[in-house]
């Protein structure tokens, strides 16, 4: 069996002469009983990271993805020789005396990188301490896409190579490979999750739906989000096609969008629907019950139906704006709120979904505006995950093929 190289890339500072992964008695399994209305904490006031879609998971034997109480992610590091290189690459990019416009650049597309961290507790314990880009989201939809034809390095053995190209063989024709995603559904005030199976099910003909799915809230496809996305996916590879020094594999395209109406950056005095109808008292007992990343949100303590009273304003409203537009933008702003089969896994909008929260999600649809009024949806997509990064000095052909590719396809969903 071949073994890989050395780490190629330039290490800042020298790591500990020591690498400890934690022990399986380390972690404590997601099934494990918990006191009643407790948090499970880990690691000084660490959690598992909630909105984690891909890569190793929190569980019985995998730390997985940790929340620092700062808001920072930590990532633990690989195995060598994976780990110290992961470490090398971030150290590399963010080196405080770089003057390389190249890896300047990338910092741009990256998460933000501070350093390495450690619990007091177990010092070798070794974590990449990164920026959460999920953070300022209060709803955040995400996907995890594999980007290349290869998922493999140039030094994988023959074993490792058989083994990537079984678990999606389409790898090198489509160039790139959902891992998992995380869908904010408005009518349910819920998420649908699918993993890395659904991904590799994906053929060359069912992949435009499957993508477009991370794009669909329920009852309609957020277009305004594929197009933002095809932006920042077009930055970066203009970035790729720049530059001769780095050769990427087996890493990931992070996309991250709004799923509510209501953006974390939403002013107090701004005040949106749900909370209008909350301060007349037209529902009960509303509180703040829940914290999305750091970020409260609003709900109501029922899921049940809303008052008739509700309804009927909502009904008067919605035929005022169908008659206020028909006419004058009736190609702009016909009011799309598609029902989908449940057997389809979507349910349809109905009376009872609209709880107290939800009504937030639905303020957008209600004021609908012309195309041109709609503002920019608020979307990141993020390079991650660098355990298999190698200098080069040619373009990164294989990533490349994959980024084409991928606006390819999100422009066919964007047409449709």
């Not at 879609?53 to 020789?81: E, F, S």
């Not at 197009?227 to 395209?253: D, G, T």
Request: charged share 25%; hydrophobic share 30%.
């Amino acid at each position: 069996m071949a073994t890989e190289p050395p780490s190629p890339l330039p290490l800042e500072a020298p790591g500990p002469p020591e690498i400890r992964i934690p022990p399986a008695s380390d972690a404590v399994s997601e099934s494990a009983p918990k006191p009643a209305g407790v948090r499970l904490r880990f690691l000084n006031g660490c959690v598992p990271l909630s909105h984690q879609v891909a890569g190793h998971k929190y569980g019985k034997d995998k730390v997985g993805i940790l929340q620092h109480p700062d808001g920072t992610v930590l990532k633990q590091l690989q195995p060598p020789p994976r780990g110290p290189r992961e470490l090398e690459f971030y150290n590399m990019v963010y080196a405080a005396d770089c003057t390389d416009g190249v890896l300047l650049e990338l910092r741009k597309y990256l998460p933000k990188y501070y350093g390495i961290w450690s619990p007091p507790t177990a010092p070798n314990d070794l974590y990449l301490k990164l920026e959460d880009v999920t953070h300022k989201f209060n709803k955040p939809c995400i996907m995890d896409v594999k980007i290349g034809r290869k998922s493999y390095d140039p030094f994988a053995s023959s074993e490792k190579i058989q083994q990537q190209v079984s678990k999606y063989p389409l790898m090198e024709e489509i160039g790139f490979l959902v891992l998992g995603m995380r869908v904010y559904h408005v009518h349910s005030d819920s998420y649908e999750t699918e993993n890395q199976h659904y991904g590799r099910s994906l053929t060359k003909e069912t992949l435009k739906d499957g993508v477009s799915r991370f794009f669909h809230n329920g009852f309609c496809l957020r277009k305004d989000a594929v197009a933002a996305s095809i932006q920042k996916v077009e930055s970066i590879l203009q970035w790729f096609e720049s530059q001769k020094q780095l050769n990427f594999y087996a890493s990931s395209l992070l996309f991250v969008y709004e799923g509510s109406s209501q953006s974390a950056t939403t002013k107090s005095n701004e005040r949106t629907l749900a909370e209008k109808f909350l301060s007349k008292g037209q529902f009960s007992d509303p509180n703040v019950l829940e914290y999305n990343n750091n970020f409260r949100v609003i709900s109501s303590t029922t899921n049940g139906k809303i008052e008739a009273s509700v309804g009927k304003s909502l009904s008067k409203m919605y035929a005022r704006h169908r008659k206020m537009y028909s006419k004058k933008h009736h190609s702009q702003t016909s009011l799309k709120v598609e029902s989908i089969e449940q057997d389809n896994g979507w349910k349809s909008l109905s009376q009872e979904h609209l709880n107290g929260n939800v009504l937030s999600q639905l303020e957008k649809v209600f004021y609908h505006l012309p195309t041109g009024c709609q503002e920019t949806a608020d979307v990141e997509v993020r390079m991650i995950d660098f355990a298999h990064v190698f200098p080069s000095n040619t373009m990164d052909d294989g990533y490349v093929y994959g980024l084409k590719h991928l606006i390819t396809v999100l422009q066919s969903i964007l047409d449709k």
